[in-house]
């Protein structure tokens, strides 16, 4: 009876990720592609007179050939002298459109999609020796304020950024290109004004944690032994491989967000406008890829792992917890092998 | 609701007066309280937040007696009443864990005066009969000798007997008319006998007279410890008569902590009235009579020695300057120790604490802020403590920290380094 | 009448009305409670200790700054970035001029609102992240804590959200939340905005009849 209501559980999150999943997956098929409908006809074939407002028998292509200075291959430079446009920022709409739009957001969701399957099939890691009742302190009160006013920030930037990014082919087409509007304003309003905070908030974090998140010979056992995660103990330090990876996509993926979130947010910086088109790409990016391992992090730091929470929220572990997952640092802070048991 | 919550409730509500009140309404929870209990730094307990002891008396006032409480009780929205079990919980921390210091309310934001509301919690605390045993059994000894150690007449006057061999100066027990009356704590009656020779030595130096009443000469008043304002006002019904029976011109009150405050600051309201003399503590006294020329100082203590600010004395008894000019003047190697003066750590044993044999262990574990500041001090040889309850429980943790450090008093120390060039005559 | 007049115009005089009444109502009522006129002869003035009450605890002593580090700064960047934007945001004057008192005075130019309103976000979230992950704020804390942190914070973000001010949909949700806002103050622990007089002052008093000013 028990393992009925326990899998009838299960059963309900798989279903619900399901939804979910169906959820997103709808209007990624409804989303617009920006090529012409493949029945579209060309005007421009030199067989039919142009149309009756214009200019004389040059043909349109012509003319815009002019405008970008005669070279149509030349879709990527900068304006060169007597060019009045470039194509440039048809190049990145296609990358942004077709590339980081219709693919990137899929991401996040892969990754939610993989915990679940990693939830379902191995659980919750709990403790293996189950809680001493003795804790041992991990993190500094003022480490965890930086944590968790990063973790703020990312999730404000995060969410807002979303609706930027994926509310026309994503949520435009459920609520209405109205209520899109309105979600796209408030969140680009917000995402501006959060953005620096950002950048504070990864200064910090970078002071707070980098000490014991250098990448050292311990690390390279964790990552042959799958850190554990597939039975099998690993030893670590104060930090392990799969933290120290997470703390540094943070600070390098951060750090790409920040600068091209800097000259988004002041664009007069630059002259070429091709850096603002990197900036965009780039930004989002790093910030889909921070966002889907963010999934990963929050997992491992509330049901993945049993007795995780506590380091952030009360600053402290259990004894137990600290033997089974970090025994060098167990040993490092309280001098005792981590190997006896915690009376 | 029992009994016990329904008078310790009442009382609670009865002593919210508007000053508790603005108390309870400002604060907003910030913890920064904890930042400066020695409880809550010795041990890491949460549990030890100074705003967290006044919890009990907070959630009755919130719900019976604050603005809007009535509307959100109908609303049910007010806070759940309080029950006996909560009651009981907290008798640990309004009694064991607060020492009523007032160093809480150093870093409170809304400068809330944590102490002083301890101090009316109590009066609920002490009417429903929730009071720790140590000092249940003291006021039983106040009730039968007036001294909380029981300390009888007869060992008062054996003691005043010895002193007087000591110092070959007669001590003058109920003489009428005397310009002072001097009361006493047990512990220094005890434990520090040659306090009555120093008196005595300094007195005679500047030529005034002096006497000890018979029937009055303990100056603690356990009713303030407890909390009782009935016990509190008969212990000082006592010595204000005794006082005005002898016609003296002021009472001395000793160097002992929560006694200057419930005679000098506390007693008028006690009573109603106004005393027909005045108070004066002898810190103040010896500082007064210092700038008077009365007692010069003579040859100074050569020891590296500080000064421990008793909470009740200097910090919310308002003496910050005297005792440290008189300490300048009688020793040659004075050092204030890190954060002494207004911000000092409590010794942990006032408020009761130290006749509250239950709190031992606690109070030996808030002694470790008191010990971090005398390492501070290289080479201390010895420190000043003016206050029989603070010395008592100095020599107590010094033990138990295996320190080894003199405890002076201070008008020991004033009378020891007193210029006697004028006495060699006599 | 459409919604955002809704919430501009009679439900913001109600929330306003609430708002006035009710902290007025709660000062008196705290104060009418009444102290025992203290009788023992004083050393000082305790009407100067309650003035000198009120400005003492806007810092704590030295020797506490290592420890109250953090919550001072995070403490005085919410409360002034917040009286800054409110008062000195040209969007909040141009309400005010409009709505109640008719007249305005000089604000901020955007990027100062903007860098004022940074603060006062990155104060309110440091303190209430530290309400939640301290283990003396985790006992103490009451729901009325959280809640005013909360609203205040969606108040603070659904006016950021209003910024572009081309849609009356999210100016008359930042104004909604406002009402709500108004309205829960008085009845809750935000009043700590004027009862601070009051708690500093009487402590300023005990403690000045003694001569000391904690």
């Keep these: 009876m028990q393992y009925l209501i326990h899998m009838s559980r299960k059963l309900l999150w798989l279903g619900a990720l399901m939804l979910l999943l169906f959820a997103f997956t709808a209007p990624q098929l409804m989303a617009q592609s920006v090529r012409p409908p493949g029945n579209a006809v060309n005007l421009d074939d030199g067989t039919e007179p142009g149309p009756s407002n214009a200019l004389g028998d040059v043909s349109d292509t012509e003319i815009w050939d002019q405008f970008r200075g005669g070279d149509p291959a030349n879709l990527l430079g900068p304006a060169l002298d007597g060019q009045a446009m470039t194509t440039t920022g048809q190049q990145w709409r296609m990358v942004r459109e077709n590339l980081i739009r219709k ?36 993190f500094s009160h003022n480490a965890r304020l930086a944590h968790w006013f990063m973790a703020a920030v990312f999730i404000i930037l995060g969410l807002t950024g979303l609706i930027i990014l994926l509310g026309r082919p994503v949520i435009a087409p459920y609520l209405g290109l109205q209520a899109n509007s309105i979600l796209t304003s408030a969140a ?29 010979l311990v690390d390279l056992k964790w990552i042959f032994k799958l850190g554990g995660f597939f039975g099998s103990h690993v030893s670590s330090r104060q930090f392990n491989f799969g933290e120290k990876s997470w703390f540094w996509m943070v600070i390098l993926g951060g750090i790409v967000i920040s600068a091209t979130g800097i000259l988004l947010l002041f664009p007069w910086l630059v002259d070429d406008i091709r850096w603002l088109q990197l900036s965009t790409i780039f930004h989002a990016l790093a910030a889909v890829v921070l966002i889907a391992v963010a999934f990963g992090h929050v997992y491992v730091g509330t049901i993945g792992m049993e007795g995780s929470i506590d380091s952030m929220l009360k600053g402290e572990v259990d004894e137990n917890w600290a033997k089974e997952h970090h025994d060098l640092w167990y040993e490092e802070v309280t001098g005792k092998s981590a190997k006896e048991e915690t009376s | ?92 921390l309004v009694y064991d864990s607060c020492n009523m210091c007032g160093r809480c309310t150093l870093v409170c934001p809304m400068g809330i005066d944590i102490a002083g509301t301890i101090r009316k919690m109590r009066e609920g605390y002490a009417a429903a009969g929730l009071v720790p045993e140590g000092l249940q059994r003291s006021a039983e000894f106040v009730k039968k000798t007036t001294s909380p150690m029981g300390v009888t007449l007869k060992a008062l006057k054996a003691q005043i007997a010895h002193q007087e061999k000591e110092t070959g100066i007669k001590i003058e027990i109920d003489k009428k008319g005397a310009d002072y009356m001097a009361t006493f704590s047990s512990m220094e009656v005890m434990g520090y006998p040659e306090v009555l020779g120093a008196y005595a030595k300094l007195f005679k130096r500047a030529g005034l007279s002096w006497t000890i009443s018979s029937v009055a000469y303990e100056a603690t008043n356990v009713g303030v410890q407890i909390g009782s304002a009935p016990m509190a006002k008969e212990i000082l019904e006592r010595v204000v008569k005794a006082a005005e029976d002898l016609e003296v011109k002021a009472v001395i009150s000793p160097e002992c902590g929560h006694a200057y405050g419930a005679i000098r600051w506390a007693g008028p309201n006690m009573m109603g009235r106004q005393f027909k003399f005045e108070v004066v503590h002898i810190i103040e006294l010896l500082d007064q009579l210092r700038r008077e020329g009365k007692i010069p100082a003579g040859t100074k203590d050569g020891r590296r020695m500080t000064l421990h600010d008793p909470c009740q004395i200097v910090r919310r008894g308002g003496l910050l300057k005297e005792p440290r000019k008189l300490l300048d003047e009688s020793c040659d190697d004075f050092i204030e120790m890190k954060g002494a003066g207004v911000t000092n750590f409590c010794c942990g044993g006032g408020g009761g604490v130290s006749a509250n044999p239950r709190a031992e262990e606690l109070k030996t574990k808030a002694f470790s802020r008191k010990v971090d500041q005398l390492n501070g001090v290289e080479d201390l040889e010895a420190v000043v403590v003016p206050c029989g309850n603070c010395r008592t429980v100095f020599e107590d943790g010094l033990d138990a920290y295996e320190m080894d450090l003199e405890v002076i008093g201070l008008s020991e120390l004033v009378a020891a380094t007193l210029d006697d060039s004028d006495e060699k005559q006599g | 009448m459409s919604f955002l007049e809704f919430v501009e115009g009679p439900l913001f005089a109600v929330a306003a009305g609430i708002f006035l009444f009710g902290a007025f109502w709660r000062i008196v009522g705290i104060i009418r409670i009444g102290r025992k006129k203290d009788i023992a002869p004083p050393k000082a003035s305790a009407a100067a200790g309650f003035v000198k009450g009120n400005l003492r605890h806007f810092l704590p002593r030295g020797i506490f700054a290592k420890r109250t580090a953090v919550h001072i700064i995070a403490g005085y960047g919410f409360h002034l970035g917040l009286f800054v934007l409110v008062f000195f945001g040209a969007f909040h004057v141009e309400f005010l001029n409009e709505r109640i008192l008719g007249f305005a005075w000089p604000t901020l130019p955007r990027w100062g609102f903007i860098l004022a309103s940074e603060i006062a976000f990155a104060g309110l979230i440091v303190l209430w992240v530290r309400r939640i992950s301290d283990p003396v704020m985790r006992l103490i804390s009451t729901p009325d804590d959280h809640i005013g942190s909360w609203l205040t914070f969606i108040m603070m973000l659904s006016g950021c959200f209003a910024l572009q001010e081309s849609h009356e949909m ?26 601070f007089v009051l708690s500093r002052g009487n402590s300023g008093a005990t403690y000045g009849r003694k001569g000391m000013n904690l």
């Design chain 1, 103 to 138: 693919y990137l957001g899929w991401l996040p969701l892969i990754v939610i999609g993989l915990l679940a399957v990693f939830y379902l099939i191995r659980g919750p890691m709990r403790i293996s020796a189950g809680r001493s009742g003795k804790t041992i302190p991990r």
């Design chain 1, 188 to 216: 680009m309003q917000g995402h501006n004004l959060f953005g620096p905070l950002f950048i504070v908030a990864l200064v910090w974090l970078f002071i707070k944690f980098v000490r014991g998140n250098f990448f050292q």
């Design chain 2, 1 to 92: 609701m029992s009994d016990v919550t329904d008078t310790a409730v009442r009382k609670f509500l009865e002593h919210t007066d508007s000053e508790a009140a603005s108390f309870f309404e400002a604060c907003v929870h910030c913890g920064e309280c904890a930042e400066a209990c020695h409880f809550h730094l010795s041990t890491g307990d949460p549990k030890y937040t100074p705003t967290y002891k006044l919890r009990p008396m907070e959630r009755a006032y919130k719900r019976d007696k604050a603005p809007f409480s009535s509307l959100k009780k109908m609303l049910g929205l007010a806070p759940k009443p309080v029950t006996e079990e909560e009651l009981r919980e907290w008798e640990e």
């Design chain 3, 170 to 195: 999210l100016r008359a949700m930042h104004m909604l939340i406002v009402d709500i806002w108004l309205i829960y103050f008085p009845f809750s622990r935000l009043m700590h905005a004027f009862t």
